[in-house]
């Protein structure tokens, strides 16, 4: 049994102890001699290619409604017309699953920037021990 400090009060502890006596500080149950640092590369890869990702589905959501705009324009088409309607159809639903792919795309960076803090967060605790 050795003795460290504790994170929180600084005051001298067990290194069993699951949290501090003094401040009530929860302790890892990992030790601290073998816990190892956490790599941000994949995370930041990750969060990288869903923001790229993401930001591409939009732009593409929004550039079919251009689209749309100029094809009713250029063939001067009736609202009434079945092909219109069907060409208007087909567009929602890629919008719509452009949106869907970009929305997930988002929660995916957002995951990955929680995890990248974790991991920086358990990085510091480390280095704060030894």
């Known amino acids: 049994m050795a ?3 504790c994170p929180e009060c600084n005051k001298e502890i ?3 102890a699951t949290a501090c006596p003094h401040c009530g500080y929860g302790l890892n149950s990992i030790s601290v001699k073998t816990a190892h640092k956490r790599s941000n590369a994949i995370p930041v890869f990750l969060l990288i290619c869903f923001l790229i ?3 591409i589905c939009f ?5 079919n409604n251009s689209e749309m705009e100029i094809l009713k324009s250029i063939l001067n088409i009736a609202r009434d ?7 208007l159809s087909r567009y929602k639903k890629i919008k719509l699953i452009l949106l869907i792919i970009s929305g997930a795309c ?4 957002c995951i990955s920037a929680i995890i990248i803090a974790t ?5 510091k605790q480390i280095k704060s021990h030894n």
């Open 3 to 5: 003795l460290i400090n």
């Open 14 to 16: 067990s290194d069993k």
């Open 53 to 55: 990702g993401g930001l």
């Open 59 to 63: 732009y593409k959501a929004n550039e």
């Open 81 to 87: 017309n079945i092909q219109f309607n069907l060409e």
């Open 106 to 109: 988002g929660l995916g960076a």
């Open 119 to 123: 991991n920086n967060k358990h990085n």
